[in-house]
């Protein structure tokens, strides 16, 4: 792993660090195809822009970090892979505020990632309605934040429940994303998707879903959806960095596919087009 721009084997952060203390940080986890970054300069964007939000500079740019990610690559056997890139305030005195901070604190880990098997990804993932909802007019409800309590409960519930995922709404009742997931749905020839007004993280592969949809001349609607709609779909699916694009067979009490994942399948087919170009 590499902290603070040093490889290291011992990942030491300071008890003091107020991304331990506070969740006071931001990460970025990226899916490593043939040893390179996926989407990397995407992936920095929403990072860059977060960070801005949130008043933590940025103490690296996209060309330290897909060299490092490249090196952990190869040192750890990662062809396919996954990174996670970390950056807090760094160190800080008690109480919330942010003046007389340090210097920023950031790590890298690459890891090999098994992707998820083909028989589970015909069959369709499972999702369960979870009984919390998503503060869409939180400030922070569009940044990837390592403040993740709200979504280990949320998985926590699903898992419990038997399912894969949970399918969060937003606090007005909308339909908002799940855990780590964006949302999509067929209906009547249109791709559907909660905007980024209903509590939802904007996901990059979302975005490449949106454009592979406009360029095989499926219009996208985004908005702000009830629940009622996704009894009605033709199909849905979710997506994220690692997943890519998932079919989903069942929300309890909700729907359930009765037609093949093809709009899922097609798009996904764009996509894995998309990540085979991905080199070092």
């Not at 933590?56 to 897909?66: E, G």
């Not at 998503?134 to 409960?153: D, W, Y």
């Not at 929300?251 to 093949?260: Q, R």
């Amino acid at each position: 792993m590499i902290v603070n721009g040093v490889e290291t084997e011992k990942g030491e952060v300071s008890a003091r660090d107020r991304g331990f203390t506070l969740g006071d940080g931001l990460f970025e986890t990226m899916a490593v195809y043939n040893g390179a970054p996926f989407a990397l300069d995407r992936h920095m964007e929403r990072l860059s822009t977060s960070a801005a939000l949130l008043r933590i500079p940025v103490p690296f740019n996209s060309s330290v970090i897909r060299s490092a990610i490249v090196k952990l690559a190869g040192a750890n056997s990662a062809a396919r892979g996954v990174a996670r890139l970390t950056l807090t305030r760094g160190e800080g005195a008690r109480g919330y505020g942010i003046e007389g901070c340090g210097a920023p604190s950031w790590t890298l880990t690459v890891e090999p990632y098994e992707p998820m098997p083909e028989a589970k990804r015909a069959a369709g993932l499972t999702l369960s309605l979870s009984r919390h909802r998503k503060n869409h007019l939180s400030p922070i409800s569009g940044v990837k934040s390592i403040s993740a309590l709200e979504r280990v409960i949320m998985f926590a519930e699903a898992k419990e429940s038997g399912a894969d995922e949970a399918l969060a709404l937003s606090a007005e009742g909308k339909v908002a994303s799940g855990v780590s997931v964006n949302v999509f749905w067929m209906k009547g020839g249109k791709l559907y998707t909660p905007s980024s007004g209903c509590g939802a993280l904007m996901g990059i592969t979302r975005g490449f879903v949106i454009e592979i949809a406009s360029s095989t001349g499926i219009e996208t609607v985004e908005g702000r959806f009830e629940l009622d709609e996704l009894k009605t779909a033709d199909e849905i699916f979710v997506t994220n960095s690692l997943m890519e694009i998932a079919p989903v067979s069942l929300i309890g009490g909700i729907f359930e596919a009765k037609k093949e994942f093809a709009a899922a399948g097609m798009i996904s087919l764009e996509y894995c087009k998309k990540t085979a170009d991905c080199k070092e």
